[in-house]
């Protein structure tokens, strides 16, 4: 049975099949999770991602070893949309998420560890930038249940910080209450 669960922590640290690194197009490890990452796995992650034609598009994900991270046996490298730039690109933030997970699918693997991606530096001007994230991730999660109900996967969608944490569970109960009440209309229609 599937499972979807918001946590407080790194998702560097967490004990799952595929931890997922949010992305740049060109695969640079310069700060934040990326660069956990890099630290984690060491060099040969760069030289991996170079064998990949860069840059890579928005919404689209890399595979790669996790090299000398124990905790992990893959690393799902996801292009978040930098804000900042495209600030419409709220369907290749979806992409991002759900390419991730067609991706664990893809090299048989159940278990898989986000961090909030494009809501940090590539959050450009969007309000609450976690919250679109958590959206976007349980939205992408509810996509691939639909699309793969024969398939088992366990989601942690990390937050680092507590003010994170509190956001992501707070956009969380939207959701969930949002949900009901279109199952109310649905059932009483």
Do not use: W
């Not at 099949?17 to 490890?29: E, L, R, T």
């Not at 997970?101 to 560890?113: C, G, Q």
């Not at 930038?129 to 249940?145: D, M, N």
């Not at 109900?149 to 910080?161: H, I, R, T």
């Amino acid at each position: 049975m599937s499972s979807f669960k918001i946590i407080k922590g790194s998702c560097v640290e967490q004990n799952v099949d595929a931890i997922v690194n949010a992305a740049n197009g060109n695969m640079m490890h310069g700060g934040g999770v990326a660069r956990a990452i890099l630290m984690a796995c060491g060099p040969e992650l760069n030289t991996a991602c170079r064998k990949y034609k860069l840059p890579v598009r928005d919404g689209s994900v890399i595979v790669t070893p996790s090299f000398n991270m124990k905790n992990a046996k893959i690393i799902i490298h996801a292009v978040g949309p930098n804000f900042a730039k495209t600030p419409e690109s709220f369907e290749e933030l979806c992409d991002a998420y759900y390419n991730s997970l067609v991706e664990l699918k893809n090299n048989k693997y159940h278990s898989i560890a986000f961090p909030l991606i494009s809501s940090g530096i590539f959050a450009g001007n969007i309000e609450n930038p976690v919250s679109v994230s958590t959206k976007y991730c349980i939205e992408a999660y509810k996509r691939f249940l639909i699309d793969n109900s024969d398939y088992d996967v366990d989601v942690l969608l990390c937050a680092y910080s507590n003010s994170e944490y509190e956001e992501a569970l707070n956009q969380q109960k939207i959701m969930s209450k949002m949900s009901e009440v279109k199952k109310y209309i649905h059932r009483n229609l």
